[in-house]
């Protein structure tokens, strides 16, 4: 019988590895997603694994706009954004084990050739670094019913190879009913509205070329694929026809699930994973996903995000906390991005156009004069705003600055001769060297003062959230700032970790990230106490 966590140690692992071609981008960690929601709502106990085939160790140092937001899971770890999809679809939290990179491998293995380990064997590629990568992919699905590893990249990357060629040594070893390749493929348009196959039928050659046949293939295109689109698919790609699914594009990537249900994915993959008669029957199967992300909501909101990295994927998990408040509060939140240089240069037009502020973590100096200036307006024009990281920091320096009379106040990270460092570099920073993982990361828990907006979002007198951070609120700072009525109403012994102004509609500052741990059906409570804001700004004003 299952436990009550839902895990069936009687059925054994079932791993789904979900592969790419064609184009990278394409959405396969979100089909993986969808698929992992599935199962969880018929009753397994489900987990995921994303390898990213670069060499960096962790996504820690990448930049944003290249590589998309750096997610830190609750172990402290930065990884890849596709970890966030995987837990806000999964409602589960994961560790460093749960992201699989070519830089751990390696550091693995080479560590482990150093220390005498292989016994004077010449290391290699086969067997010692496909070992490694099949370990750390078990490891991480032990105390779980099915594991879905994404292997990022497109199939015929070189830097992808020794993970296929490890799910090909995978498929050997565990028994056929065990393991699922899934293949998601783009299938575009011709110029007269005709559904191209040949793209999905070169990627599966590359495939099978190496030794690996998809079981599953999934097709991105704008719309559902025609009968006869997959009937081709089948025949040249040599899967049956009822393997072949469609993932067209919806307006929420909430909907996919939902799509990929109608479709029958789920019920295939259960078939075919003999797993199909342990799922729980359709009528007791947990419906809350739908209900929720299919909420008629009753008006709609106008939030800017005020950052510097013109790439949606780098604010991915704000967009969605925003998403998630509002389907709490049954309100479409129209995320505006504006550019924080544009507002330095004292174009504040933008702003006047919108119902809320956020603005974001980050690193370097570029840009942060703008977010200083989104804030004093905000601040000053009774908008409400959300300050994140960076954001939380750089309201202690509008505040010192422009109600302190404080000139030149600012953070010691952007600016090293500051007269005035109300934000200073963590005493524990002081003497590393390396920058990669580093930081203060993870979870991490505040206290709350009562009778604050604090409390009250959160409805208690503490709460856990995520940091990514070297810098802080420098301590000699503090009392000038609280007499002047900006008050830190979450602490983490001296160190401060949230802010509020009374007098204000909402002006709220997180140190922490709670970006992080949003998810559909438990909203943060930082991004819900802002959008209530706003609703409840424009009642006053309906009234």
Not at 375 to 397: D, T
Not at 484 to 507: C, K, Q, V
Request: with cysteine; net charge negative.
């Amino acid at each position: 019988m299952p436990t009550e966590t839902g895990y069936d140690p009687t059925l054994g692992n079932k791993f789904i590895f979900v592969t790419g071609g064609v184009m990278s981008g394409l959405g396969k960690g979100i089909t993986a997603a969808s698929t992992g929601r599935l199962l969880a709502n018929a009753g397994f106990d489900v987990t995921a694994v994303k390898i990213d085939p670069y060499l960096n160790v962790d996504a820690g140092t990448m930049n944003p706009f290249q590589h998309g937001e750096v997610y830190v899971l609750k172990d402290g770890a930065e990884v890849d954004l596709d970890l966030g999809n995987y837990e806000r679809f999964l409602g589960v939290d994961m560790t460093a084990d749960h992201n699989v990179t070519t830089g751990k491998v390696y550091r693995e293995v080479i560590e482990r050739e150093r220390a005498g380990d292989y016994l004077g064997k010449t290391v290699q590629i086969i067997p010692h670094v496909t070992d490694d990568i099949k370990r750390r992919i078990r490891e991480a699905a032990e105390g779980t019913d099915v594991c879905i590893v994404e292997v990022g990249g497109t199939v015929g990357d070189i830097e992808g190879m020794p993970y296929l060629e490890a799910l090909r040594q995978f498929a050997h070893e565990e028994d056929e009913e065990d393991m699922l390749l899934t293949h998601v493929t783009l299938v575009p348009y011709s110029k007269n509205g005709e559904q191209k196959t040949k793209p999905t039928q070169h990627s599966v050659k590359e495939l099978r070329s190496i030794g690996l046949q998809p079981d599953v293939l999934v097709g991105r295109c704008d719309d559902k694929l025609d009968p006869e689109t997959k009937e081709k698919i089948a025949l040249f790609c040599d899967v049956p026809t009822d393997a072949v699914f469609s993932n067209p594009d919806v307006e929420d990537i909430y909907h996919v699930p939902l799509v990929v249900e109608e479709e029958g994915l789920d019920q295939y993959v259960m078939d075919e994973l003999g797993i199909a008669d342990r799922a729980l029957p359709a009528s007791e199967r947990d419906n809350d996903w739908r209900e929720l992300v299919t909420r008629e909501t009753t008006g709609e909101v106008e939030v800017a995000l005020v950052g510097k990295y013109g790439l949606e994927d780098a604010y991915i998990s704000i967009h969605e906390s925003l998403k998630h408040a509002g389907l709490d509060q049954r309100v479409d939140v129209n995320t505006t991005w504006i550019h924080s240089e544009d507002v330095a240069e004292g174009d504040l037009g933008a702003l006047r156009d919108v119902d809320g502020v956020v603005i974001p973590g980050g690193f370097g100096s570029r840009g942060t004069e703008g977010k200083i200036e989104a804030i004093r307006y905000a601040r000053e024009n009774g908008v409400p705003l959300l300050g994140l990281c960076l954001g939380f920091q750089l309201s202690v320096v509008e505040y010192a600055r422009n109600v302190l009379g404080l000139e030149g106040a600012h953070s010691a990270e952007l600016d090293e001769d500051t007269p005035h460092p109300v934000i200073d570099l963590l005493p524990e920073q002081y003497d590393l060297e390396d920058l990669g993982g580093t930081m203060r990361l993870g979870a991490h828990e505040t206290e709350i003062e009562p009778d604050t907006l604090a409390a009250d979002l959160y409805g208690a007198d503490a709460c856990t959230e995520r940091h990514r951070h070297r810098y802080e609120v420098n301590p000699e700072y503090i009392d000038q700032l609280e007499d002047a009525n900006l008050m830190f109403s979450g602490t983490a012994g001296n160190r401060m970790e949230i802010l509020e102004l009374p007098d204000h509609p909402f002006f709220f500052g997180t140190q922490f990230h709670p970006e992080f741990r949003s998810r559909p059906g438990r909203p943060s409570p930082p991004f819900v106490g802002l959008v209530e804001a706003i609703v409840a700004a424009e009642q006053e004003v309906s009234a």
